[in-house]
């Protein structure tokens, strides 16, 4: 098993910027890839930022040129969110796959006021 605790989430002005963190601890062998999600109420959990292995990454075309993921080791990854949006609103969830499996964090929640 893998654990993932989140933190950094919090209340935000738009335009303003957060960094979330992530760290992974438990049964970790060959992490394939690391990434946030986003869930906001009444929509369904998308993808936001994903790091592989190989230090190759993607983005949500929604949050393309200011959000940033980054990871400094297996074990911790990292978002840096700036110029937020109100549309940025939700909790987000760290993601870890393992040798096929999904591992999620409990999910921190981000709030951009308008």
């Known amino acids: 098993q893998v654990q993932l605790v989140e933190s950094g989430g919090g209340l935000v002005q738009a335009g303003g910027s957060l960094r979330l963190s992530c760290a992974a601890s438990?049964?970790?062998?060959?992490?394939?890839?690391m990434g946030w999600y986003r869930q906001a109420p009444g929509k369904q959990r998308e993808l936001v930022a994903r790091i592989t292995s190989g230090s190759s990454t993607s983005y949500a075309d929604s949050v393309k040129g200011r959000f940033s993921i980054s990871r400094d080791n297996a074990k911790r990854v990292y978002l840096q969110m700036n110029a937020l949006k109100p549309e940025d609103t939700a909790v987000y969830y760290c993601?870890?796959?393992?040798?096929?499996?999904?591992?999620w964090g409990q999910g921190t929640q981000v709030t951009v006021s308008s």
């Open positions: 993601n870890v796959l393992q040798f096929g499996n999904n591992y």
């Open positions: 438990g049964t970790i062998f060959s992490i394939n890839a």
